[in-house]
């Protein structure tokens, strides 16, 4: 006793031994106080046991694609003619999306145009040459046309049942000169005679003979040096063809253009990013599925898909493919599974790329227990709830934590229906700190 009055007569020494008790007295009353609060807040708080239909679920993620996806960039340098396009058209393959100024880009491309007109010119020439190729040409055309005149002739026959058609008929008769014929001639309409629809068809096979001795005599002509140059002339427009090609942006496919990056008048280079093109009517997305859940996991199961992007939009889709050769993600076996998501019907604004949170369904709904999140709590035992007793007393029940729906989890364990169980709130009261006040 007598050190702790000596201690205190030193004013230095007695200021900072009253701080320190000040500061353990709060800072003890503090945690009382806070813990005491909490403990009677979660005590205060229950929940039920409920009944749900739940489905068996693999739960993974990727990012929203588009099949077929361009990102389409300039070939040569120069300067931007003119744009076609702007975000939001849709284009047909071959569409000419944006050009460069001729004038703009190298020499070399200005003589391929020219050079595209003298090819193409001297393929139209062959192909106009040679007597005995064009003469064939000209016969296969005659021989085919006769065909198909013989084809619609017979339909003619076996279907129609209001043909014109002449009966002669001729009677033997006396007369003051003696015997002679009498003729009638009587005109009708009616089916074809069979010996009509005979002739007909022999006349078919005739021109069907006809027209495939044409079609060989074409074709070993066509094969023939005249072919080769013909080969050779179409190699020489393809060829300019392409390098023409280079002062557009051509549309590889039918789509939507998604970005434009280039106005008139820009100055581009080989390789600047100009259109981006997409097809919105195939959308996908590939997941990375444990190694634990591949198995559950079949061809053509249902799923369904909700991206970061865009809160409150749900699409909806099937397993396309699985990947059997899984591949190391961050320590883990992993395996691609690509899930093709339904046509979205409407205008709505879908970005690429966007996180995409996929739960695939693979199993059929089933009647499962759940409690709420806030009642599942964690030890080095495993998860487990308090259960509220009649008397008021707790017991603690070991439970595995399946599906979580909305605020509930799917949980099994030696629980039913109704019972009650604590569930561990926030503390909406901020306790005091050490040395006054709360927040």
Do not use: C
């Not at 900072?16 to 005491?36: C, D, H, Q, R």
């Not at 996806?69 to 849709?90: C, P, Y």
């Not at 002062?247 to 280039?262: K, M, Q, R, T, W």
């Not at 759940?370 to 509220?388: F, H, L, M, R």
């Amino acid at each position: 006793m007598k050190a702790v009055l000596n201690l205190f007569k030193n004013k230095k020494t007695r200021a900072w031994s009253i701080a320190v008790v000040v500061i353990l007295v709060g800072t003890l009353g503090w945690t009382m106080f806070g813990s005491s609060n909490t403990s009677a807040d979660a005590a205060s708080a229950e929940a039920f046991v409920v009944s749900l239909n739940v489905a068996e679920t693999v739960e993974t993620s990727g990012s929203l694609e588009a099949q077929p996806f361009a990102s389409l960039a300039w070939k040569t340098g120069g300067v931007v003619e003119q744009v076609n396009v702007q975000v939001g058209d849709f284009v047909k393959e071959g569409d000419i999306l944006a050009e460069l100024q001729p004038s703009s880009t190298s020499a070399s491309i200005v003589a391929a145009q020219a050079d595209l007109v003298n090819a193409q010119k001297k393929l139209d020439d062959l192909l106009k040459s040679g007597t005995d190729l064009a003469q064939a040409a000209i016969d296969l055309k005659d021989a085919q046309e006769a065909y198909d005149d013989a084809v619609y002739y017979l339909r003619y026959l076996n279907n129609d049942t209001k043909i014109p058609q002449t009966l002669y008929t001729a009677e033997l008769v006396q007369t003051r000169n003696g015997w002679e014929y009498k003729y009638e001639t009587d005109n009708f309409k009616g089916p074809a005679p069979e010996d009509w629809i005979i002739e007909a068809e022999n006349d078919l096979a005739l021109k069907k003979a006809q027209m495939e001795d044409a079609q060989r005599e074409y074709e070993r002509l066509l094969a023939g040096e005249t072919s080769l140059d013909v080969k050779a002339a179409q190699a020489e427009v393809e060829a300019a063809q392409t390098s023409v090609n280079s002062l557009y942006i051509l549309a590889p496919f039918d789509g939507e253009v998604l970005s434009v990056d280039d106005l008139a008048g820009d100055t581009v280079n080989s390789g600047e990013l100009s259109v981006n093109l997409a097809d919105l009517d195939h959308l996908y997305v590939d997941t990375q599925v444990d190694e634990s859940d591949v198995a559950k996991v079949k061809l053509g199961n249902q799923a369904q898909a909700t991206l970061d992007a865009m809160p409150g939009v749900t699409l909806t889709g099937k397993v396309a493919a699985i990947n059997p050769v899984g591949e190391v993600v961050s320590g883990l076996v992993k395996y691609k599974v690509r899930i093709d998501l339904d046509k979205v019907e409407g205008d709505m604004f879908l970005p690429l790329g966007t996180t995409t949170n996929v739960v695939i369904q693979v199993g059929d709904s089933a009647a499962t227990l759940a409690v709420p999140i806030t009642a599942i709590q964690n030890d080095s035992i495993g998860e487990y709830v308090w259960v509220i007793q009649s008397d008021g007393s707790t017991a603690r029940v070991d439970i595995v934590s399946g599906s979580i729906v909305g605020d509930l989890v799917a949980v099994s364990g030696d629980l039913k229906e109704g019972e009650r169980v604590q569930s561990i709130r926030e503390n909406s009261f901020s306790a005091p700190g050490p040395f006054g006040g709360g927040d």
